[in-house]
């Protein structure tokens, strides 16, 4: 089984700042990818910013030099540090972790998502 667990949202004033951090973990071979997206009231899933377990980064237009993604991969956790908060920001924010898992000598590639962590920007 794999989990995979966000943590550090909240409420934070237009200007602040919030670093997000999501952690995998199971029967984990290796992460091909891992990412966030988020989904504010109304709107669909949208692409925040991913990371490929080579180091390739790739962000939405709106975070652009606002968000920086990070990773670990030998512990399969990926960080989202968030500046220049704006209340457009505010959404619920989820963990994508596009990993390799092995079971009984196979392997299997899969999408998985967290939970979701709110984040609110407002004065």
């Known amino acids: 089984q794999v989990q995979v667990v966000e943590s550090g949202g909240g409420l934070v004033q237009p200007g602040g700042s919030l670093r997000l951090s999501c952690a995998a973990s199971?029967?984990?071979?290796?992460?091909?990818?891992m990412g966030w997206y988020r989904q504010a009231p109304g709107n669909q899933r949208e692409l925040v910013a991913t990371?490929?377990?080579?180091?390739?980064?790739n962000y939405a237009d709106s975070v652009k030099g606002r968000f920086t993604i990070s990773s670990d991969n030998a512990k399969n956790t990926v960080y989202l540090q968030m500046n220049s908060l704006k209340p457009e920001d505010t959404a619920v924010y989820y963990c994508n972790a596009d990993l390799v898992t092995s079971m009984g000598g196979r392997f299997y590639t899969h999408d998985y998502w967290g939970q979701g962590t709110q984040v609110s920007v407002s004065s």
């Open positions: 199971g029967s984990i071979f290796s992460n091909r990818a």
């Open positions: 990371i490929t377990n080579g180091g390739h980064t």
